[in-house]
């Protein structure tokens, strides 16, 4: 298991209305490069807390909350200036995601993803991406936050798969992340590339103005080069079922526990594939692998 203690950056609320201008093309949906494993096929996981996007503004706010709480840990500067959602979090093309326990419905972790569809990512606001990324399908994971500890690791190990597997399937060609040197390391380890690899720190108008690393991730390629490498991360996102990873469709029963609400109406505009951001099958053990996952 991938240690994510000090990850940092995440999503935003979809909304089922949309502007119809100004849309940048999306690649063929990657559900049909990458199709699904057949879930019945598939050994199940469950976790304790259930992942899903933020619907209404009760829930934006318990993410906010917990957002703030996590970068008071690490950058308490900048968490005082995160106590209300941000207009990032309800902008078209941009998600938050919330994880909470199943037990009692308590707020464990939550992270924004912002695609291009609409509008260029935040980080190009201090970046201007190169021409090999410029017309691709993108999207950046921002302000992600959990809770200290062990079960805080965990949580934002599954929110990093609930990323790379929205990537998948809704068309994204590159995951793009901003990381603090010497967090971008373990970035690099997943092998992410670094998008300016002769350029220092870029300060990052959307994270304080502190220098971070830009790196990408090819979506499509990703599953292939992690089982060449004998990943440890492999398994985990792509042999194994995650039944409460759910970015589901209207009314679907999300649920088990206290305190989690039902899916948004405008999730639908993700369409019928997100229904279970799981693949499927080898069992995953909770063991400390040497690497770690931070914002």
């Given at each position: 298991?991938?240690?994510?203690?000090?990850?940092?950056?995440?999503?935003?609320?979809?909304?089922?209305?949309?502007?119809?201008?100004?849309?940048?093309?999306?690649?063929?949906p990657?559900?049909?490069?990458?199709?699904?494993?057949?879930?019945?096929?598939?050994r199940?996981?469950?976790?304790?807390?259930?992942?899903?996007?933020?619907?209404?503004?009760?829930?934006?706010?318990?993410?906010?909350?917990?957002?703030?709480a996590?970068y008071?840990?690490?950058?308490?500067?900048?968490?005082?200036t995160?106590?209300e959602?941000e207009?990032?979090d309800?902008e078209?093309?941009?998600?938050v995601?919330?994880?909470?326990?199943?037990?009692?419905?308590?707020?464990?972790?939550?992270?924004?993803?912002?695609?291009?569809r609409?509008?260029?990512?935040?980080?190009?606001?201090?970046?201007?991406?190169?021409?090999?990324?410029?017309s691709?399908?993108?999207?950046?994971?921002?302000?992600?936050?959990?809770?200290?500890g062990?079960?805080?690791?965990?949580?934002?190990?599954?929110?990093?798969?609930?990323?790379?597997?929205?990537?998948?399937?809704?068309?994204?060609?590159?995951?793009?992340?901003?990381?603090?040197?010497?967090l971008?390391?373990?970035?690099?380890?997943?092998?992410?590339?670094?998008?300016f690899?002769?350029q220092?720190?870029?300060?990052?108008?959307?994270?304080?103005?502190?220098?971070?690393r830009?790196?990408?991730?090819?979506?499509?390629?990703?599953?292939?080069?992690?089982?060449a490498?004998?990943?440890?991360?492999?398994?985990?996102?792509?042999l194994?079922?995650h039944?409460?990873?759910?970015?589901?469709?209207?009314?679907?029963?999300?649920?088990?526990?206290?305190?989690?609400?039902?899916?948004?109406?405008?999730?639908?505009?993700?369409?019928?594939h997100?229904?279970?951001l799981?693949?499927?099958?080898?069992?995953v053990?909770?063991?400390?692998s040497?690497?770690?996952?931070?914002?």
């Amino acid at each position: 298991m991938f240690d994510l203690s000090q990850a940092s950056d995440v999503l935003s609320i979809t909304e089922t209305e949309r502007p119809a201008g100004n849309l940048r093309p999306v690649s063929s949906p990657a559900a049909v490069r990458s199709p699904v494993s057949d879930l019945s096929a598939m050994r199940e996981e469950r976790l304790p807390f259930i992942i899903t996007i933020a619907s209404d503004e009760a829930a934006l706010r318990d993410a906010v909350a917990m957002r703030q709480a996590a970068y008071g840990r690490h950058l308490p500067e900048l968490a005082a200036t995160l106590s209300e959602p941000e207009a990032s979090d309800r902008e078209p093309g941009a998600i938050v995601l919330v994880a909470r326990a199943r037990l009692d419905g308590a707020v464990l972790g939550t992270m924004r993803i912002q695609t291009n569809r609409y509008q260029p990512l935040h980080l190009e606001d201090s970046a201007p991406l190169p021409a090999w990324l410029d017309s691709a399908a993108l999207a950046e994971a921002t302000r992600l936050g959990v809770v200290a500890g062990p079960v805080g690791r965990v949580v934002k190990t599954a929110l990093f798969k609930a990323f790379y597997q929205y990537c998948v399937l809704s068309g994204i060609d590159w995951m793009v992340i901003t990381a603090r040197p010497p967090l971008h390391r373990q970035y690099e380890a997943l092998m992410f590339v670094d998008v300016f690899p002769s350029q220092g720190l870029i300060p990052m108008a959307h994270v304080g103005g502190i220098g971070h690393r830009v790196l990408a991730l090819d979506v499509a390629q990703a599953r292939t080069r992690w089982q060449a490498a004998g990943h440890p991360l492999f398994a985990y996102m792509c042999l194994t079922h995650h039944p409460d990873l759910r970015l589901g469709l209207p009314g679907e029963d999300v649920g088990d526990g206290a305190g989690v609400a039902e899916a948004s109406s405008g999730e639908a505009s993700i369409g019928a594939h997100l229904r279970d951001l799981s693949f499927g099958a080898d069992e995953v053990r909770c063991v400390a692998s040497g690497f770690s996952l931070a914002v």
